[in-house]
């Protein structure tokens, strides 16, 4: 069965940084694409980015030139760069394959002065 283990996120201010991780397991996680997707109170969760099985991304139109997202297949691990951070970047961050399966806990990013 499928886990994914999301962590990394926190509290920041404004303009603020973080690097998210999701540990996968249950799959030959070099075998698939994986994305981030997030989810603010209140709204539909939403794709921030994804990357292929060759390192090929692509990124949603809100945080488009603010995050990076790559992987490391030897350590079945997914990272997301969050830069320039917002107040409306505030959300439950979760990561999954291209076709999402069963959903992680996510990882709370709060953006606040």
């Known amino acids: 069965q499928v886990q994914f283990v999301e962590s990394g996120g926190g509290s920041v201010q404004p303009g603020g940084s973080l690097r998210l991780s999701c540990a996968v397991s249950g799959i030959t996680f070099r075998f698939y694409g994986m994305s981030w997707y997030r989810q603010a109170p209140g709204k539909q969760r939403e794709l921030v980015a994804q990357i292929t099985t060759r390192g090929e991304t692509n990124y949603g139109d809100s945080m488009k030139g603010r995050c990076t997202i790559s992987r490391d297949d030897a350590y079945n691990t997914l990272f997301l760069q969050l830069n320039s951070l917002k107040p409306e970047d505030t959300a439950v961050y979760y990561c999954?394959?291209?076709?999402?399966?069963?959903w992680g806990q996510g990882t709370q990013v709060t953006v606040s002065s």
């Open positions: 999954n394959t291209y076709v999402p399966r069963s």
